[in-house]
């Protein structure tokens, strides 16, 4: 499985690209890249004499500087390689293909989306292969560089393999995927549940050893309807995600499910995002193996991590941006709020919190973001002394509020 994908995201990476204005991954598309404007060395642009046919190559370079304040960090005062992204796209006639694939720091690699789809009509498309997992706020779930809560439990930039059908016209955006697997762990961009066996590069045997949870047969439905007044803009949605929670060492199944409200809301320059998600595991573990917690892990950037099996999360963010047509290269800045909050529905499990205050940069093809962000019982914040954050909060640090500075800078092209 992990050589077809990674045979699927190197031939696709004949396709084409282009940068988007996130932290992330750029969003699929399925119409042709000619609608957007030329990108700088060294993007690849072709299009066929009849327009039928188009090829992009683009991607991203990107820096990062980190500082910490816990004491076992390493990440100090440190400008180093962040990650170096080829987003590839082509369309012929009504075909299109969309591919990110990612080298990152570490020596790791990932790919973040990676499907064909074919065009029925204007409104309605179907994607094969790996694409994103329709569900929550979209393409991602804060405005800031850092990724917040939702993200590390698999609400943000999270892709399956399997097929997804999109349907969306000015007023409704609908998506229905089936992912009978989800991606392997070496390849995953973001995290996702996953076995010991796939993540012990990158877990703890004597607490992750007996974590033997897979989702299989995953549906995801996403509907959201469209509003708009005089100089706003609303969008309201709701999805839904259920699936087979296999178990490799008792074979059974338990189950998954999760369900979401989210909104967007743009007036003027201000911009809102929130949304509130319920999820709930019932895993069927081996004798002695609690179900209180599931196991989770992506590539291996971030160290894999148990989550609650039930909880509920809300998330609010805030963006303003300020226009700068007088400042040469820079023509925007945006000036963000990142909060999002983890509900624990076992007794004595505090909860996990994320505070992100920053500013985002646009002068293409130069974008940076500086985030302060504070982590209290966040896996991400305080290092693998601090592993126990999305669940029991009995590790070093726990209930602590920890402080991150973290400046990106990347190229786009």
Do not use: C
């Amino acid at each position: 499985m992990n050589k077809y994908l990674l045979s699927l995201g190197l031939a696709l990476s004949s396709l084409s690209a282009m940068a988007d204005q996130s932290a992330g991954p750029a969003s699929p598309v399925g119409v042709p890249p000619a609608a957007t404007p030329p990108k700088p060395f060294p993007h690849i642009s072709l299009r066929s004499d009849d327009g039928q046919s188009s090829l992009d190559i683009g991607g991203a370079l990107r820096m990062n500087y980190r500082d910490e304040n816990w004491d076992t960090t390493e990440n100090n005062g440190r400008f180093l390689f962040d990650t170096f992204r080829l987003d590839v796209q082509a369309t012929h006639q009504n075909f299109f293909s969309d591919v990110g694939y990612w080298f990152q720091d570490d020596g790791k690699r990932s790919i973040d989306r990676g499907f064909v789809g074919y065009k029925f009509n204007d409104t309605s498309s179907l994607q094969l292969g790996a694409p994103f997992k329709p569900f929550g706020l979209e393409p991602y779930p804060q405005f800031g560089w850092s990724y917040h809560i939702p993200f590390f439990l698999g609400y943000g930039s999270s892709a399956g393999a399997g097929a997804k059908y999109v349907y969306k016209d000015p007023e409704w955006h609908v998506q229905a995927g089936y992912f009978p697997r989800m991606l392997p762990g070496s390849l995953r961009y973001s995290p996702e549940v996953g076995r010991f066996s796939d993540l012990n590069d990158n877990a703890i045997p004597a607490i992750h050893s007996r974590q033997d949870n897979e989702k299989r047969d995953q549906v995801n439905l996403r509907v959201a309807r469209n509003f708009a007044g005089d100089g706003w803009k609303t969008e309201l949605g709701g999805s839904v995600a259920a699936a087979r929670l296999y178990n490799a060492t008792t074979r059974d199944d338990g189950d998954y499910w999760a369900g979401a409200l989210h909104a967007v809301i743009n007036r003027g320059n201000w911009s809102v995002t929130t949304q509130a998600i319920r999820y709930e595991f019932d895993p069927k573990n081996p004798a002695g193996v609690s179900d209180d917690s599931v196991l989770m892990g992506a590539n291996g950037l971030t160290p894999a991590f148990l989550i609650a099996s039930k909880a509920s999360v809300a998330s609010f963010n805030v963006a303003y941006d300020v226009l700068t047509p007088n400042m040469g290269m820079l023509k925007k800045l945006r000036f963000y709020n990142d909060y999002s909050r983890m509900f624990k529905d076992k007794s004595g499990w505090d909860d996990s919190q994320m505070y992100t205050a920053g500013v985002q940069f646009i002068a293409m093809p130069i974008m940076g973001w500086l985030d302060l962000t504070w982590g209290r019982n966040a896996n991400p914040y305080g290092g693998a002394e601090s592993g126990t954050g999305f669940t029991s909060t009995t590790s070093a640090r726990s209930d602590e509020w920890l402080f991150r500075t973290n400046l990106n800078i990347g190229y786009y092209f």
